[in-house]
């Protein structure tokens, strides 16, 4: 079974540019989660998707959003980029999002904001 | 709100030698608890979460509500463990997203 898969892999873009980053989870997962990782705060949740609605917000500004598709692949968009957005995204998937449901991460996507 | 501290950025131990990575949380209900590692040029997968009471590669982690902690450990450390450890949060209903700490990068000495 493959996993979670992201795309692209690494993406360098300047500052007041917008940038659109997709997740495809792992078959049969309806539910997608995504994160933020930076090395002086960890990981951070930005935003979990189930069945095309969005269902859980971290604490981040409006100018990162996301959307899922029919099909559960997911993308997040991040509008007028500064240069602390630059981090690994990462996008894990989970069967139902129910208790007892682990979720499976991806191998993420390097932003770069010069 | 939910918090998750591990107070140690950095472990250095040598191999064979005891482990404990430490986790603290803080939250009011009732919490389902994770450690997550991640190798070396690898993505991030879950090591062992407290319901399942199970021995990963070796570590335990036992959850003490009295403390709030889930600390992480290893009677004998291998070279292979190297890696970055982050214990995670949600709540126990699963309808809270997870919540993770900083992580402990976990040096093993041959």
């Known amino acids: 079974k493959a996993g979670v898969t992201q795309t692209p892999r690494y993406l360098i873009k300047t500052r007041g540019q917008q940038v659109t980053l997709s997740c495809s989870p792992i078959s049969g997962h309806r539910s997608v989660s995504w994160y933020q990782q930076t090395p002086g705060q960890g990981l951070q949740f930005l935003f979990e998707?189930?069945?095309?609605?969005?269902?859980n917000k971290g604490n981040f500004p409006g100018r990162f959003s996301g959307r899922q598709f029919s099909n559960s692949r997911s993308e997040m968009n991040v509008s007028t980029l500064e240069l602390g957005d630059s981090a690994l995204y990462l996008c894990?998937?989970?069967?139902?999002?129910?208790?007892?449901?682990?979720?499976?991460f991806g191998p993420g996507t390097r932003l770069t904001v010069l | 709100a939910q918090r998750v501290t591990q107070p140690e950025k950095l472990l250095s131990v040598f191999k064979g030698a005891p482990v404990e990575l430490k986790c603290n949380y803080s939250?009011?209900?009732?919490?389902?608890l994770f450690w997550y590692v991640q190798y070396s040029r690898q993505r991030l997968q879950l090591l062992l979460r407290?319901?399942s009471r199970e021995s990963i590669k070796g570590f335990t982690a036992d959850l003490n509500k009295g403390e709030t902690s889930f600390h992480l450990k290893k009677p004998f450390a291998q070279e292979e463990d190297s890696a970055m450890y982050y214990c995670a949060l949600r709540d126990f209903s699963g309808n809270t997203p997870l919540v993770f700490g900083k992580g402990t990068r976990l040096s093993v000495i041959a």
């Open positions: 939250y009011s209900g009732s919490p389902e």
């Open positions: 894990a998937s989970s069967l139902e999002g129910l208790p007892n449901n682990e979720q499976f």
């Open positions: 998707y189930f069945s095309e609605t969005q269902r």
């Open positions: 407290h319901i």
